[in-house]
């Protein structure tokens, strides 16, 4: 009942408007073209909307020159066009109109339909915030915050940021509560930015709904609660949010429970498909696992792929391993070894170790002790305990570096230290009984005392400063 008098009151309005609209009236005008725009009362017509849009912006009315613009920018009614865009939005607020101000701004932002400069976008953003317009608020506080048009000024921008804010505006809302957690001219404050999340998340900004369900995840402003943290993410989620979709698979895969690595990997794969890389990766290691799915090495093969093809590290890495392993896949260590290569110059470590040890090995690659020895070098001087092991053995036999036992030592120490139980100490890397072993013992007595690890460090520290070396030239 209400749906028939609600279409009978449209028609009944837009019976009014029609005849006034053909006598000429301009606000009849715009208003029936809004309802063939909108579909109100009629079957949406652009066609019929841009006519009467036309016929009152004509006549000047400063609201049919925006909209008439709108449809020209957005080609609703006619063929997309930025010049004509531009000449109605442009006439439109030189009436005042606030919001064909902010979207002439825009146009100049972008360079759509006129010369682009952020300075003139900026004094149309000004303009139209200045009459109260929220979303030019926003605007604007984003020119000074990025220096788009004006020097950046964090004070000026959380101050229009606020007042966009208070207005109820979320984009808004949401900049305010990030430069809370970031600290952006202000002390960094957690727990006024989940105030700001919690408003913007309120009104269904899905990034605002995702920072504040992270923020319960993490208890940070709030206190920890992961049942609000899941509930947060998967309204964020539901709206495909990419980020809050990754966000919530990491959450679900971290915890116990049934149905939790099901749930994981369908966030996974659906933050995948809309191209998250840590998500396609993630992804992959869920099938390769065999955790939330039947374990299936070809499909996380191919979600490796496409993670390691736009450069993730970790997904190059664990690609060269299924190559070296032939999981999934037939072995090809050539492959292995190029893919391990890719994450080792991003500083891969465990790339470099694997590298190293295709090297020495001559694995997919020309055996090569000095490149084998570098690669070991990168990956254990971030600590990597299985590739100091691995350059204490090569430093210790003088394999692709000058020998040097009390090094080896050192590096075998850390290794240790690394929580390595294989890795032996200093009794194996120089002949028992000799003058290397004599020395070595005498120097590393008089410091490593009950825990050799913090002088190991220290060693490490004056070695990596004392020999800083590049790649070398790769064995023909």
């Known amino acids: ?253 971290s915890r116990q429970g049934p149905g939790g690595d099901e749930r994981a990997l369908d966030c996974f794969q659906r933050a995948a498909a809309r191209g998250h890389v840590q998500a396609q990766y993630w992804a992959g290691v869920m099938f390769a696992n065999g955790r939330g799915a039947r374990r299936d090495p070809a499909r996380a093969l191919d979600y490796y792929l496409r993670a390691a093809e736009q450069g993730a590290a970790n997904a190059q890495f664990s690609l060269g391993v299924m190559y070296a392993k032939g999981d999934g896949v037939a072995r090809d260590d050539a492959l292995a070894a190029e893919w391990y290569r890719r994450a080792a110059q991003q500083g891969d470590a465990s790339a470099q170790n694997n590298l190293g040890v295709l090297y020495a090995g001559g694995l997919g690659v020309p055996h090569d002790d000095t490149l084998a020895t570098y690669w070991y070098r990168q990956a254990a001087e971030q600590g990597h305990a299985l590739a100091q092991y691995n350059l204490g053995g090569m430093v210790n036999s003088g394999r692709g570096a000058e020998r040097d036992p009390l090094r080896a030592y050192m590096w075998m120490v850390l290794a240790a230290s690394g929580g390595q139980s294989w890795s032996p100490l200093a009794a194996t890397t120089a002949a028992p009984g000799s003058e290397e072993e004599r020395h070595a013992r005498t120097c590393v007595a008089a410091r490593l005392g009950a825990n050799g690890g913090p002088w190991a460090r220290a060693l490490a520290t004056r070695v990596r400063a004392a020999r800083r070396v590049s790649p070398p030239r790769q064995a023909s």
């Open 1 to 253: 009942m209400n749906r028939q008098n609600a279409a009978r009151e449209g028609q009944e309005v837009f019976q009014w408007f029609l005849p006034a609209a053909e006598r000429g009236d301009p606000y009849a005008q715009f208003n029936l073209g809004l309802l063939y725009k909108h579909g109100d009362a009629v079957e949406r017509d652009d066609v019929r909307a841009l006519e009467w849009m036309q016929r009152a912006a004509r006549q000047g009315l400063a609201a049919a020159q925006n909209h008439l613009g709108a449809m020209y920018c957005n080609g609703r009614g006619a063929a997309r066009s930025d010049e004509l865009a531009a000449r109605w939005f442009g006439r439109a607020a030189a009436q005042g109109d606030p919001a064909a101000q902010q979207n002439l701004g825009q146009l100049y932002r972008k360079g759509r339909g006129v010369p682009q400069s952020d300075e003139v976008a900026f004094g149309w953003f000004y303009r139209a915030a200045e009459q109260g317009l929220a979303s030019a608020q926003n605007l604007l506080g984003e020119c000074y915050l990025q220096g788009l048009g004006a020097p950046v000024s964090h004070p000026l921008a959380m101050a229009w940021f606020r007042k966009a804010a208070r207005q109820g505006h979320g984009p808004a809302q949401l900049n305010l509560a990030l430069m809370y957690r970031r600290g952006d001219g202000v002390e960094a404050d957690d727990a006024q930015a989940v105030c700001w999340f919690r408003e913007a998340a309120a009104g269904g900004i899905p990034a605002a709904q995702r920072f504040l369900g992270l923020a319960y995840a993490n208890g940070h402003g709030v206190p920890l609660d992961m049942a609000r943290a899941i509930a947060w993410l998967e309204r964020a989620a539901a709206q495909d949010d990419a980020e809050a979709q990754y966000g919530l698979g990491t959450l679900l895969a």
